[in-house]
């Protein structure tokens, strides 16, 4: 059983696309994070966010608390985004869990 | 900004020895983790520890230990390598109930 599923497994997009990666969890969360993870491996955190709508440059992540769901939507796409999308949420006990991660690539 | 530095990008091991991955966090964050990452499986969670000599159990602890001597440092510890143990480590540090920052990682092979 996955506590965080995340939709699609991979994306290709063309440039300039608009794109959506969906999130869903079957636990009570106090948080979710939105995280990227560049082929090197390194990880950086995106946006943490546990009520309504963040939105950073081009990025914009929502979430909707009572159907447990979260969108990762990126606008006007360039391949410099290609990189895995993990959804994470930290559940009211300080839990956290992960999804498997949507694999992005944007083709110029 | 905090800064999670893992020692190595990547390490070749063979089967049998004991490997130290090492992680050091220069931000005085209390929470440190260890996390290996397969395709497929997603992030899962090794070790983790919420103070100096304090670890806890993650989801899959078999075949690894942990040692926190100083706040900064969390290392994590194959006793006697194996085949299953290639993987990607990712080791993460956090401050209360802020959001991670993950070190870049170290993809070891055990051959």
């Known amino acids: 059983k996955n506590e965080v599923e995340q939709s699609p497994q991979n994306l290709t997009a063309q440039e300039g696309e608009f794109i959506t990666i969906n999130c869903s969890y079957s636990?009570?969360?106090?948080?979710l994070h939105w995280l990227q993870q560049h082929p090197g491996g390194g990880i950086v955190s995106l946006f943490m966010l546990s009520s309504g709508k963040k939105k950073h440059g081009r990025l914009i992540a929502t979430i909707n608390i009572q159907e447990k769901h979260s969108s990762l939507h990126i606008t006007a796409s360039h391949p410099r985004d290609s990189a895995v999308y993990i959804c994470?949420?930290?559940?009211?006990?300080?839990?956290?869990?992960f999804g498997t991660g949507t694999s992005l690539t944007v083709i110029p | 900004d905090v800064k999670v530095t893992q020692s190595s990008r990547y390490l070749v091991k063979r089967t049998g020895e004991k490997v130290f991955l090492e992680c050091v966090q220069d931000?005085?964050?209390?929470?440190m983790f260890w996390y290996r990452q397969d395709p497929g499986l997603g992030l899962r969670l090794i070790y983790f520890s919420y103070d100096v000599k304090m670890k806890e159990k993650g989801d899959i602890p078999e075949g690894y230990s942990v040692s926190r001597e100083k706040k900064e440092r969390f290392s994590l510890i194959l006793e006697s390598a194996s085949t299953n143990q290639t993987s990607m480590y990712l080791c993460?540090?956090?401050?209360?109930?802020?959001?991670?920052?993950f070190g870049s990682g170290t993809r070891l092979t055990v051959v």
């Open positions: 994470a949420v930290r559940e009211a006990g300080n839990q956290f869990y």
């Open positions: 993460a540090s956090r401050a209360g109930s802020h959001g991670y920052t």
């Open positions: 636990v009570g969360i106090s948080a």
């Open positions: 931000m005085d964050h209390e929470n």
